[in-house]
């Protein structure tokens, strides 16, 4: 083979290479510095409502773990599923569960005020805190936890789905990724997880 045929095919390999390489770097979620840095750019400062009507930030839940899960009331299967998982991780960690605030923010705002996420999240553990808010609030906090939902095409003004991820975030004592769970993990391996990070306080 001739050389400059090589060095024609060993341009075209590094300028393919090239090329893929910025393609998936720009499909990355997150800024370039926050995925360098090796901190998951997921959460931040939010400002919404809880389900005894009090206004709340992030700042609110400083000092302790959270655990953070995005849905609605009216979810017919997906979220009531998820809820009850963190529910049982939390009987699981036993006296542990105290450094942990289990938190479901609503996606669907329109239909869950205060009193409707009151009622819902008393099914589920004493401990978790229902937030709800206007739907910029909601979009923001949606958006700083890079949640997707949108309302389903199915159904039609008062009674629709809602199309959303389904990811419980762990989040540590200063609002800080951790940890995330994908949908279905079992409360075993949520809470071995916690216990790590709690474990690892004290090393």
Do not use: W
Request: net charge neutral; hydrophobic share 40%.
């Amino acid at each position: 083979m001739k050389t400059s045929h090589l060095i024609a095919i060993l341009l075209v390999i590094f300028l393919g290479g090239a090329a893929l390489y910025v393609a998936t770097d720009m499909m990355l979620p997150g800024p370039k510095e926050d995925r360098g840095s090796g901190q998951p750019s997921v959460g931040g400062p939010f400002s919404l409502t809880n389900h005894l009507g009090q206004r709340v930030t992030e700042k609110s839940f400083a000092g302790k773990y959270m655990l953070v899960y995005f849905g609605y009331t009216f979810c017919p299967d997906v979220c009531p599923t998820e809820l009850q998982l963190i529910s049982e991780a939390l009987d699981l960690l036993g006296k542990d569960a105290d450094q942990v605030t289990p938190i479901f923010i609503t996606v669907d705002p329109k239909r869950d005020n205060a009193e409707v996420m009151r009622d819902y999240v008393k099914v589920f553990n004493d401990r978790l805190v229902g937030l709800t808010g206007t739907e910029a609030e909601i979009k923001a906090a949606a958006k700083a936890y890079k949640v997707y939902y949108n309302p389903s095409k199915d159904g039609d003004a008062e009674n629709y789905l809602m199309d959303h991820s389904s990811i419980t975030f762990l989040m540590d004592r200063q609002g800080r990724y951790a940890a995330h769970f994908s949908y279905g993990s079992k409360p075993e391996v949520m809470a071995a997880r916690i216990r790590k990070f709690l474990k690892a306080e004290k090393d």
